[in-house]
C-alpha cells in the first residue's frame, strides 16, 4: 500500500475517551524503598510530588541515581511505589495500560517485525479494524519520516530510525501520556539534535502530555516547556523550573541570554546537590 501524504494530525476515535483535565499526571507523596540482600532498606524515592498540566512536555532532569528512571517505571504501571500514589487522567496507575506509552533507551522493537508490523502491533491487539489501522500506520509513517523503510526489519535501521520506530508505535496506540526514559542517550550528537527535533515536531502535531527523562540539560530546556529537577539520595524534587523560551525552537536557542540562565541555574542545583551528598 502506498503512504498517503497528511496535511494535518490524525485524531484516533478514542482520545474522545480522555476527558479534558487540569492534571495529565498527578504525582502524590511517592516513595520507593528496595530492601538489600543483607537485609538493610535503601530509598531511592522520598515523598515525591508534583503535577505535570495536560499536553505539557515536562522534563526530568538530575544526576546519576536520583530515581529519574524509577519514577517514569512507577508511572508506566512497571513496579509498585512504597507510598503514595501516581494518577494519569484521574485515575490511579495500578499496572500497565493502554492509556501510557514508554519509550525506553534501549531499541525494544521486534526484531522479527518490519517497522509497519512493529506499528501496528498494538493497534490489532486492541482490535481495530484493517482500514483504521492502515490509516493510522500510515500517518505515523510520514510523522516520523519512514514512510520508504515500511518493509525494513530493525536490524535494517540505524539507531536513530529504530527509535523513530518506537516514538510512532507508542503515539500510535493514542497513549493519554507518553514516557520516554532517555531515548536519544545512545545516539550520536548529530542524529540527537535531530531526533529533538523530530520529536518536538510530532509532539506539537500530536498534542500529547510527555514526561521525558534526561541527564542533558541542554536537552532539556530545548525541549521542556517545565523542567523537574531532582537531588539524590533520596530521589526528591528541588525544583521546578518554567521554560520561558518561546516555540518553535531551534538549535540557535542555546546562545540566548534566557537559555544560559536556565543552565546556569539547573547546574547550581545539581552542584549543591553533589556537595550535600559529599
Same mark, same amino acid.
Given at each position: 500500500m502506498g503512504t498517503v501524504a497528511s496535511t494535518k494530525p490524525y485524531i484516533m476515535p478514542a482520545l474522545s475517551e480522555y476527558a479534558a483535565v487540569e492534571s495529565r499526571l498527578k504525582v502524590? /507523596? %511517592?516513595?520507593?524503598? &528496595?530492601q538489600s540482600p543483607s537485609g538493610e532498606t535503601f530509598t531511592a524515592l522520598d515523598n515525591v510530588s508534583f503535577e505535570v498540566p495536560d499536553q505539557q512536555f515536562a522534563v526530568i532532569v538530575g544526576p546519576s541515581g536520583c530515581g529519574k528512571s524509577s519514577l517514569l517505571y512507577l508511572t508506566a504501571g512497571l513496579s509498585e511505589p512504597s507510598d503514595g500514589a501516581i494518577y494519569v487522567g484521574g485515575k490511579k496507575v495500578d499496572g500497565p495500560g493502554a492509556d501510557r506509552g514508554m519509550v525506553f533507551q534501549s531499541y525494544t522493537l521486534f526484531p522479527w517485525l518490519t517497522v509497519r508490523q512493529n506499528i501496528e502491533f498494538g493497534l490489532k491487539r486492541r482490535g481495530l479494524p484493517g482500514d483504521e489501522i492502515n490509516t493510522i500506520v500510515e500517518f505515523y509513517l510520514n510523522e516520523v519520516g519512514l514512510a520508504k523503510f515500511a518493509q525494513h526489519y530493525p536490524k535494517q535501521l540505524s539507531g536513530g530510525m529504530m527509535q523513530r520506530v518506537a516514538i510512532a508505535r507508542a503515539l500510535a496506540n493514542d497513549p493519554q501520556i507518553l514516557l520516554m526514559d532517555e531515548p536519544f542517550g545512545a545516539l550520536d550528537s548529530q542524529t540527537r539534535l535531530q531526533m529533538q527535533q523530530l520529536l518536538l515536531q510530532v509532539w506539537g502535531n500530536a498534542k500529547k502530555t510527555v514526561v521525558f527523562v534526561t541527564?542533558?540539560?541542554? @536537552?532539556? !530546556? +530545548? +525541549?521542556?516547556?517545565?523542567? &523537574? %529537577?531532582? /537531588?539524590? #539520595? =533520596?530521589?526528591?524534587? $528541588? @525544583?521546578? +523550573?518554567?521554560? =520561558? !523560551?518561546?516555540? =518553535?525552537?531551534?538549535?540557535?536557542? %542555546?546562545? @540566548? =541570554? @534566557?537559555?544560559?540562565?536556565? $543552565?546556569? #541555574? !539547573?547546574l547550581e542545583l545539581l552542584h549543591d546537590d553533589l556537595a550535600e551528598v559529599h
Open positions: 502524590e /507523596g %511517592v516513595s520507593l524503598r &528496595y541527564h542533558d540539560i541542554d @536537552e532539556a !530546556i +530545548l +525541549l521542556a516547556d517545565r523542567i &523537574y %529537577v531532582m /537531588g539524590a #539520595r =533520596p530521589g526528591r524534587i $528541588k @525544583e521546578v +523550573l518554567d521554560v =520561558p !523560551i518561546d516555540r =518553535p525552537r531551534s538549535m540557535d536557542v %542555546v546562545m @540566548e =541570554p @534566557e537559555f544560559i540562565r536556565m $543552565k546556569r #541555574r !539547573i
